[in-house]
């Protein structure tokens, strides 16, 4: 049974309030991120794996892609995604990513966002991602950055001072590779903690080529918008990373 | 001036005394991994940069290597070296790794371990392994990971409690790239932090092919020989990185 937080609805609620603010550390910082990866969408098939409400799908269809499918598990995300972000260039999927069968398509842009520290199987994710790209074709993926992944415990990794400053952040566990539970909004939700080398080797050992690694911080004028945003200074909160099949 | 601490006598004392025990981090985790990613030194053409007393040269000579240059800015390394691992088939040279001009020669393969974190110009030194490369040829190299080299305190990143047990590794400034300067045996050691995007990005810029990353723990008997290196597993010291020249 594969996870689907985002279809318990204390969950889903909660998460769609804070997206809908508009001034999120995907909006400032891991989205900017990803889309500069993407040289050119004009008349690019398109495959989003965790689409989610369907923002970054919709971008795609709006930029010049000639097709998306947007993959999601949840089927509330799907139907917010229909609702919210309908186009014609979009074919929306309800479907863990790891279930996904797509017999005689490939695709010239691969991308997920904020999916993959869901997967429990790496190696298998990025063996389908190699057969469902084209020749040539680009895989961009954005993940939480294994520092922030790799600690065990259940409470913050921001190390506090009496009076609330942060004074560094606390890194363990990471070469111990798997599951990590947490709370966020809702209690047990799953994550997967790998180390980079692991992130970066099997893309290579499946044939693919690195192309770019971006550890981002907040694009101008995100840190005025959300202050807290000048934490990814300290420590990066994700890791994009784009490869290419030859 | 480029900097040169392994000519101070005080360091150089303290630091010959500690690899001369066998049982370092260099011995049970660095240097393995440097070691595992060379397939064969087969009639190579080999450059090793920061040779220090040579070991590591002399491996390549006693492997098959056809010719190894090896590069210290240490006069009190280079003799060193000569006293201790000559070899017919090994040039020694006394000259910064920045200041290196070999016009004619280009090498199968590049080395170096542990020395570039001491380079404050990373691009340009790209550029040199580049121009230094044949066709196919691999340049791997060993530095200080960026989780080590992140944070600015002097003081040290394990943070512990009352008796003293580890409670996790402090991480800060991840994202300030540049100058640090350290206790080493003496004061003022310079090392330079780099992220991991900068250290695998400007491989790829400069051309080169990245091929495998390694953040490596102690080898089978390392942490029986010398306990403390269980703490590799809580976060890495080291990363190796191997690239090639297409």
Redesign the interface.
């Known amino acids: 049974m594969k996870q689907n937080i985002y279809d318990n609805p204390i969950f889903f609620e909660q998460y769609s309030a804070l997206r809908e603010t508009g001034v999120t550390a995907n909006d400032f910082v891991e989205q900017p991120a990803l889309k500069s990866l993407i040289v050119s969408l004009e008349d690019k098939i398109v495959l989003d794996l965790g689409c989610g409400a369907g923002s970054f799908a919709k971008y795609c269809a709006e930029n010049g892609a000639a097709e998306v499918t947007a993959v999601d598990i949840s089927s509330n995300m799907i139907e917010k995604a229909k609702k919210e972000n309908p186009h014609e260039k979009i074919t929306y999927l309800c479907t863990p990513i790891e279930e996904l069968e797509l017999q005689h398509q490939t695709f010239d842009l691969i991308v997920s966002s904020l999916a993959i520290h869901y997967i429990a199987d790496y190696p298998s994710l990025i063996d389908m991602i190699k057969r469902l790209l084209k020749s040539n074709g680009e895989f961009i993926f954005s993940t939480e950055h294994p ?1 922030v992944t790799a ?1 065990k415990e259940e409470i913050s990794n921001w ?1 506090k001072d009496g009076e609330g400053n942060k ?10 590779e798997g599951k990590r539970e947490q709370y966020w909004y809702i209690d047990g939700v799953i994550k997967y903690h790998r ?3 692991t992130l ?2 099997i893309l ?1 050992e499946k044939g693919l ?7 981002p ?1 907040a694009i101008p004028g995100g840190v005025e918008l959300r202050p807290k945003l000048i934490n ?5 909160s994700f ?1 994009v990373i784009k490869a290419r099949k030859m």
Chains 1, 2 share one sequence.
Do not use: F, G, K
């Not at 990814?232 to 990066?236: L, Q």
């Open positions: 520092i600690r190390v004074l560094h952040w606390a890194l363990d566990h990471y070469q111990n180390t980079i080398s970066i080797n290579i080529v690195l192309e770019s690694v971006i550890e911080t990814e200074e300290r420590r990066p890791i």
